[in-house]
């Protein structure tokens, strides 16, 4: 499903400027996924080299979480967008890309991010195997 990312800092891309985004997991392909990990793995050995710490846990590591928002943004716009246009972003819209990398990751979509649990429980409710409900 398509959904758009407003951007604080519109940037310009083949000379159009983008003030919003679209992005869609649902064009996420192996290749893509994978392109996300290892441009995350090389950012992560870069900064280990300098003696910062790497999340190397999917659901902790944040540049694994912003490559793939920008993965989202190119699948969504392979005729128009790469990745070397996406690494331009700069300033709150990285934090607004790698939330939505990282809700990805744990499984909520946009539209289940602002309900809470009790709104998600599941419709299947087991029934009762008690001596008194097989009569």
């Known amino acids: 499903m398509r959904q758009k990312l ?4 519109p940037i310009v891309i ?18 893509d996924y994978t392109t996300a990990a290892t441009y995350a793995d090389s950012k992560a050995l870069r900064a280990s080299q300098n003696g910062k710490p790497n999340a190397s846990i999917m659901e902790q ?3 694994f979480h912003m490559y793939l928002g ?3 943004v190119v699948a969504a716009n392979r005729e128009s967008i790469d990745i070397a246009d996406m690494e ?4 709150y819209d990285l934090v607004e890309i790698t939330q939505v990398g990282r809700n990805f990751i744990a499984g909520r979509s946009e539209e289940l991010s602002g309900q809470n649990s009790s709104e998600r429980q599941s419709e299947v409710t087991p029934e009762s195997i008690t001596p ?4």
Do not use: P, Q, W
């Open 6 to 9: 407003e951007l604080r800092h």
């Open 14 to 31: 083949n000379g159009k400027n983008y003030k919003e985004l679209e992005y869609d997991f649902e064009e996420l392909t192996c290749e």
């Open 61 to 63: 590591n944040v540049s």
């Open 70 to 72: 920008m993965t989202a």
């Open 88 to 91: 331009r972003i700069r300033g």
């Open 132 to 135: 008194e409900s097989k009569k």
